[in-house]
C-alpha cells in the first residue's frame, strides 16, 4: 500500500479554452431556370435529381426549402422539372468544395442579407482601430448628459440618440425623464462629429453637426412636433407634399384602386393604426410563415410604406394613400431578411396573383437565384417597383435588374425644418428652379427608371406619424401610381388587363411617359418625376370613350402592329400609344421567343 502522504496532489486538468471561429455560412442552393439555363445551353435538371444530388453533398445542411405552390408553365423548359430553391448552411472551410461539386444545372451563392433603407448620412462607418492608437496621444473619453424635451417643454421617453466622434457612434435611449448619458471619444479639442436624436413618432428628428457640448452640465436637445410645422397636422393632412407633387390631389376620391392586389415586402404593418386596419392580408416570413404576426411591425418601415401606398380614412380629411382601397397583402421579411426571404416572398407573391409588389429593400451584392424568380414573376404579369438604395453609389439590387422598376428618390425644399438630416441632404448644384432636388443619399445609375418624392415623408408607424427619407420612401408613391393606373386605366381595363409580360412592360412604360423630366442626370432621375396631371379625364372616362379606346387597343394591335401604323387612327392619345406598343423592349420576351424555338410551345 502506499502511504496516503506521499500520493502526489491531484491536479485539475486545466480549463478549456474556446477559441472563436467562423461558424456555417447561410447559402441558397437552386437550380438554373429560365432564361439562365436557356443563354448557358443547358436542360434544366428534374426536382428528383436535385434531391439526389443534395444528399451527395458533404457537410450541409438544410434549413428550409422553398416550393413554389403551383407550376408556373411558362416559366418551365421540361417536364418535372426542378422547381424548389435550397436554403442551406455549410461549414465556412467546405462551401468551395461543395460548389466544386454542383453540376453546371445548379448554382449556390451566398443568402446576403438585405437591408431596408437606412440612409447613407446615418449609416455606421468602418470600425476605427482604436487599439493602433498611440496612447500618449491623450484619447478623451468625456460622459455627456442629455435631456430631450418637445411640446409644452415635456420630457420625452424612450428618443434615440446617437453620439459620433471617434469610432463607432455611441447610442442609447432616453429614460422617463427624457435623460440619457453617452461616453465620446475624440482627440483633445475637438468636438463630436455629429448628433443624431430620433423620436419614436409624431416629431421630426434633430441633426446636429459639431454640436458644441457642456461636459458639466445637461445639454437640452428640443425636437419639433410634426403638428408645428404642418398646418391642419393630422385632422386635416390629406396629401403629403410628394402625393401632391405627383398631384394624386387633382384625382377624383372615387378612384380609389379598388381590384388591384399589392404586395408590401417589408418590416410588417401595424393594422391597430387607424388608416391601416382595414389591410386585412399578410404573411410573416421570419416566423415560420405566421399568418398572424405580420400585423405587428417592431421596425415602423413597412406601415410607413403602407401608409403611402394605401392609407384610408373614411372622414376624408386624414393621410390618404394612392389607392386606399386596394387589396394590400403584407409579406413580412424585416428584421433578418435575405435573399432567401425574397425567394419567399415572390413564390407568395407568384401563388396569390399580386399585381404590384413594392420592394424598399435593396443590397450591395447581387443575386442570379433572385434574378430567375424576378424573371418568372414578370413573364406572370408582376409588376416589381424597388427602390434604387440610399449609399449614394451605384444603384443596389434588385433595382439594378432588367426585371424591376428602379426608383430614384428626390425632396423639396423647404418641407422639413433646418435642424434635420434632411437639410444636409441638398447639393445646391441638384437643385431645380421649382424646388425639387436630387438628394445626396440617392444611389445612381443607368438602372434608375423614375424618380418620386423620399425626403421628409409624413406617413403612417405605430402609434402615430413619421417624417421618413430614402429611396424606400419614393418606391411606394410610384407602387401607388402604378396600381391606380392598373385599376382605372382603360388600356389595363381591356386588352393590357391579362397577366402578362406585356402588361408589365406597358405599365413601366406609361409611368415613363407621364414623367416632368428633371436636368439632374439620367443616372439621377431617369425620366424624371411622374405626375398625374391632365389624366383626369383618362382614368374616369365615360362609356361612349371607354368603348372608343377598348376597340382601338385590339389584342393584335397591342402584341404586332408597328409603332407608326397607329398615328392618326382612331387612337387619339399618345399615353396610349406608348402604353401599347413596348413588348419588344422588355427582355423576358427575347427569352419566350428562344424557350418556343428550342422546346415548342410553352
Known amino acids: 500500500m ?22 456555417k455560412r447561410q447559402f441558397i442552393l437552386a437550380p438554373r431556370r429560365g432564361s439562365q439555363a436557356l443563354n448557358a445551353g443547358l436542360r434544366p435538371m428534374s426536382a428528383g435529381a436535385v434531391r439526389a444530388m ?14 413554389p405552390r403551383r407550376a408556373v408553365s411558362a416559366y418551365s423548359l421540361v417536364a418535372d422539372e426542378a422547381t424548389e430553391v435550397y436554403v442551406v448552411r455549410i461549414d465556412h472551410d467546405r462551401a468551395e468544395l461543395v460548389r466544386q461539386m454542383l453540376p453546371p444545372q445548379l448554382l449556390l451563392e451566398e443568402d446576403a442579407a438585405l437591408e431596408y433603407g437606412t440612409p447613407a448620412g446615418l449609416s455606421r462607418p468602418a470600425p476605427t482601430r ?16 442629455f435631456r430631450v424635451i418637445g411640446d409644452g417643454e415635456k420630457p420625452l421617453a424612450y428618443v434615440g440618440v446617437s453620439l459620433a466622434g471617434e469610432g463607432f457612434p455611441q447610442e442609447g435611449r432616453t429614460d422617463k425623464r427624457g435623460e440619457v448619458t453617452l461616453p465620446l471619444l475624440t482627440l483633445p479639442g475637438k468636438r463630436a462629429r455629429s448628433l443624431f436624436a430620433s423620436a419614436p413618432s409624431n416629431y421630426w428628428d434633430v441633426y446636429l453637426t459639431e454640436p458644441e457640448l457642456l461636459d458639466g452640465d445637461i445639454n437640452v436637445v428640443r425636437l419639433r412636433a410634426i403638428e408645428e410645422t404642418l398646418v391642419g397636422f393630422p385632422e386635416n393632412f390629406r396629401y403629403g407634399w410628394g402625393q401632391r407633387q405627383m398631384g394624386l390631389d387633382r384625382v377624383p376620391e372615387a378612384l380609389t384602386g379598388k381590384g388591384v ?7 410588417g404593418v401595424d393594422t391597430t393604426h387607424f388608416l391601416l386596419r382595414h389591410i386585412r392580408h399578410g404573411v410573416d416570413l421570419t416566423n415560420g410563415a405566421d399568418a398572424q404576426t405580420w400585423a405587428h411591425d417592431v421596425v415602423g418601415h413597412g406601415s410607413h410604406c403602407a401608409g403611402i401606398i394605401a392609407a384610408h380614412d373614411e372622414s376624408g380629411k386624414t393621410l390618404r394613400g394612392f389607392v386606399p382601397e386596394a387589396e394590400i397583402h403584407v409579406v413580412k421579411v424585416f428584421p433578418g431578411g435575405q435573399f432567401g426571404s425574397l425567394i419567399e416572398a415572390l413564390n407568395y407573391c407568384l401563388d396569390l396573383e399580386i399585381d404590384v409588389v413594392n420592394l ?17 414573376a414578370a413573364l406572370q404579369g408582376i409588376a416589381c417597383i424597388v427602390a434604387g438604395g440610399n449609399s449614394g453609389g451605384p444603384v443596389l439590387y434588385p433595382a439594378s435588374s432588367p426585371y424591376t ?18 437639410a444636409t441632404t441638398v447639393l445646391s448644384s441638384l437643385v431645380a428652379p421649382d424646388g425639387i432636388f436630387s438628394p445626396s443619399f440617392s444611389c445612381i445609375g443607368p438602372e434608375v427608371a423614375v424618380c418620386a418624392p423620399g425626403v421628409a415623408i409624413v406617413s403612417t408607424v405605430p402609434g402615430g406619424f413619421e417624417p421618413q427619407s430614402g429611396t424606400s420612401m419614393a418606391a411606394p408613391h ?11 386605366h382603360p388600356a389595363f381595363l381591356g386588352p393590357l388587363r391579362a397577366r402578362t409580360q406585356h402588361r408589365v412592360a406597358a405599365l413601366f412604360n406609361t409611368i415613363r411617359s407621364m414623367c416632368v423630366p428633371y436636368g439632374f442626370g439620367p443616372g439621377r432621375a431617369g425620366a424624371g418625376l411622374p405626375r398625374l396631371h391632365g389624366l383626369e379625364r383618362i ?59 428550342q422546346y415548342g410551345p410553352v
Open 261 to 267: 392586389r399589392i404586395a408590401i415586402v417589408d418590416s
Open 54 to 67: 443534395i444528399g451527395q453533398l458533404p457537410g450541409l445542411e438544410v434549413v428550409r426549402v422553398l416550393r
Open 130 to 145: 482604436l487599439a493602433s492608437w498611440n496612447h500618449s496621444g491623450g484619447v478623451e473619453v468625456r460622459q455627456i448628459r
Open 2 to 23: 502506499v502511504d496516503d502522504a506521499l500520493r502526489p496532489p491531484s491536479v485539475a486538468p486545466p480549463p478549456t479554452t474556446r477559441i472563436l471561429q467562423q461558424g
Open 478 to 488: 410610384v407602387t401607388g401610381l402604378a396600381a391606380l393606373l392598373l385599376a382605372h
Open 360 to 376: 424598399s429593400l435593396g443590397s450591395v451584392q447581387r443575386s442570379l437565384a433572385v434574378e430567375q424568380k424576378l424573371e418568372e
Open 539 to 597: 382614368l374616369q372616362p365615360g362609356p361612349e370613350r371607354r368603348q372608343e379606346f377598348a376597340s382601338s387597343f385590339a389584342p393584335s394591335a397591342v402584341s404586332s402592329a408597328p409603332l407608326g401604323a397607329t398615328i392618326g387612327g382612331p387612337m387619339v392619345d399618345p399615353l396610349y400609344v406608348q402604353a401599347s406598343l413596348v413588348a419588344q423592349a422588355w427582355p423576358v420576351q427575347a427569352l419566350l421567343e428562344s424557350l418556343r424555338r
Open 405 to 422: 422598376l428602379a426608383v430614384g428618390a428626390v425632396g423639396r425644399l423647404n418641407e422639413y425644418p433646418d435642424e434635420t438630416w434632411d
